[in-house]
Every structure is written in C-alpha cells, then in structure tokens.
C-alpha cells in the first residue's frame, strides 16, 4: 500500500498508508488530523489546504481553474498550496509528502 508522509505545524512527521482512490483529505482526517473540509470534496472552500512539498508538486496532476479560484481563499497559500480533496492518491504517489497547516 502507498505511503503519505503527513507534517504539521510543529514539524511533526507521520507516516500513513495511503489507500490508492483515497483523496488526500480523507486519508489525513481518517488519521486524526483537523482538516476542515467543509464542501465535503466538491470544491467549494479552500479548508482542506495543504501544502505539497516541492519535490513532489510537480508530479500532481496540474491545478484545474476550479481549484486555482479556490485556493485565493486560502489561508497562507504558498506555490505549493493545493486543495486535499483535488489529490487521489495513486501508486505513483507512493511517498507524497505534504504539509497540514493546522494542529493535528
């Protein structure tokens, strides 16, 4: 099974199976971790934010428009900001590593 390597604001690291068809959302509140995620996955906040390390950012799937609009509501965007609920994880991504700006 896929890994995801989850850091919070405290630098924290956690490593967390990652079920491939999972979003990353759902993978990291499954784990305990206080990501809002209000729409529930339909792209209609910016709460489940996250920050995708920069190694890894360019092997996503690119940014939809949809998302980009999003992610100008989000709190401390960075070039790396992606919205949680937008990723699926997938065998290729076994290893992602990713930021959650929020105190698990």
Request: aromatic content about 4%; some cysteine.
């Amino acid at each position: 099974m896929p890994k995801l390597i989850v850091i919070n604001v405290d630098g924290e690291h956690r490593e967390l199976d990652a079920p491939v068809g999972r979003t990353i959302m759902q993978i990291v509140r499954e784990n305990g971790y206080d990501l809002e995620g209000a729409c529930e996955g339909a792209l209609a906040c910016a709460t489940c934010h996250i920050h995708v390390d920069a190694r890894w950012y360019g092997k996503l799937d690119k940014v939809g428009e949809d998302e980009t609009d999003m992610l100008d509501f989000a709190d401390e965007p960075s070039p790396t900001s992606r919205l949680s609920c937008q990723i699926e994880m997938c065998e290729d991504l076994d290893g992602l590593i990713v930021t959650v700006p929020r105190e698990p």
